[in-house]
Structure formats: C-alpha cells, structure tokens
T-cell receptor, first 114, second 112 residues
Framework: AQSVSQHNHHVILSEAASLELGCNYS??????LFWYVQYPGQHLQLLLK??????LVKGIKGFEAEFIKSKFSFNLRKPSVQWSDTAEYFC????????????FGSGTRLLVRP | GAVVSQHPSWVICKSGTSVKIECRSL??????MFWYRQFPKQSLMLMAT?????????EQGVEKDKFLINHASLTLSTLTVTSAHPEDSSFYIC????????FGPGTRLTVT
C-alpha cells in the first residue's frame, strides 16, 4: 500500500547534537512534501515544504530537508538542536494525483535534553 | 499567520449521545476544510474533505452517517459524531486551506 514512513518513533538527543529524521514515501509520481511540527500542547505547524526546484529546502528555526527522488526520501535535518525543539515531527506527502490530500507519516517524538 | 480554532478542545460524552466539534478559520476564508483523526502514537488519518456549500467527501472506511460534516460558511465547518461509542474516542483535528493547510489545535473526544 502507498504510505509515508518515519522510521524513528522516538529520538532523544542532547542540546547541540545534530538531528536527522528519516522520511520515505512510496508514491511513484510527482509529490509535494512537507514537514510539520507539533510542540507540546500546540497545533501542527508547517516547518518546511518542497514542491519543485532545489531539492535542499530550508525552513523555519534552522531546519532543512533534502528531497532525494531516487530514494523516495525527504529527511529532516538540523545541525544543532535546542531544548525548545522538543516536539513531535510529522512528514507528509501530497501525491499530485489525489487533489491535495495530505498523507501523514506516523510521527517522530523528539526529546532534547538540556 | 492564518489561525484555525477548534471548539471544544476536549469533551467527554456518554455512549449513544452526539457531539459537535467546530472548526473556524479566524482570519481568512476557507472554501475547503479537512477533518483528521489521530489515534495515540499514530499519524493523522484524513476522514473527510469539507467543501463550503456542498457535501463533504469522505475517505474510504469513514461512515458518513456517523460523522456528519457541515460547512455552512467560509469560516466554519462542523463535525458531529452521532451515537458515539467508546471506539470513537480519539483526537480530532481540522485544517483549513488557504494556499496551504493550517491546522486547528485539535479536540480530544472521550466516550464513556
């Protein structure tokens, strides 16, 4: 079945460590790609998105993601995490044949220790 | 930025009763709103697409007679869970579309 996979369900890091969260999708056609963040007690917010062009996308709060078409991946990275990055991160995909329906991964819960 | 609100933020109801959840776009108009359901430790699953002035489009496996959606204005969509059962307990999240989807804070429903 077509899906979005986030392999890391829980990640624990110390402040200043580097972060990479994996995201793979199984749709064969054109896709739009997103990373959302949900801070404790808050709603989902868009971190960054990729529609076309430069496959290295920069988002808010120092996050970036790289689209690698051959690997069907859109991994999220941050060189140096902060305690305030503690949140749940969701990768999402819009297969462009489905009229703007967001398909979410299962999420990765990140805990950054001070 | 665009803000979407949901009311109530949490609700407890008894089995067999109905519960209405509101989703409002506060500073923009949204022709299209979406309703998602999130189970613990799982991803958001799209339940239905709500279109202002027309019938909602439900995803496969979602009972349209159980989850009634009304999108009567460009700033308000409602989801009514009818004859609620404990298995309907979940976190319901809406989003409103304005070039991208903006998400509400969610409503936690507990059916006892």
């Amino acid at each position: 079945a077509q899906s979005v996979s986030q392999h890391n369900h829980h990640v624990i890091l110390s402040e200043a460590a580097s972060l990479e969260l994996g995201c793979n999708y199984s749709y064969g056609g054109t896709v739009n790609l997103f990373w959302y963040v949900q801070y404790p007690g808050q709603h989902l917010q868009l971190l960054l998105k990729y529609f076309s062009g430069d496959p290295l996308v920069k988002g808010i709060k120092g996050f970036e993601a790289e689209f690698i078409k051959s690997k069907f991946s859109f991994n999220l990275r941050k060189p140096s995490v902060q305690w305030s990055d503690t949140a749940e991160y969701f990768c999402a995909v819009i297969p462009m044949d489905s009229s703007y329906k967001l398909i979410f991964g299962s999420g990765t819960r990140l805990l950054v220790r001070p | 930025g665009a803000v979407v609100s949901q009311h109530p933020s949490w609700v407890i109801c008894k089995s067999g009763t109905s519960v209405k959840i509101e989703c409002r776009s506060l500073d923009f108009q949204a022709t299209t709103m979406f309703w998602y359901r999130q189970f613990p430790k799982q991803s958001l699953m799209l339940m239905a697409t709500s279109n202002e002035g027309s019938k909602a489009t439900y995803e496969q496996g979602v009972e349209k007679d159980k989850f009634l959606i009304n999108h009567a204005s460009l700033t308000l969509s409602t989801l009514t869970v009818t004859s609620a059962h404990p298995e309907d307990s979940s976190f319901y999240i809406c989003s409103a579309e304005d070039h991208e989807q903006y998400f509400g804070p969610g409503t936690r429903l507990t059916v006892t």
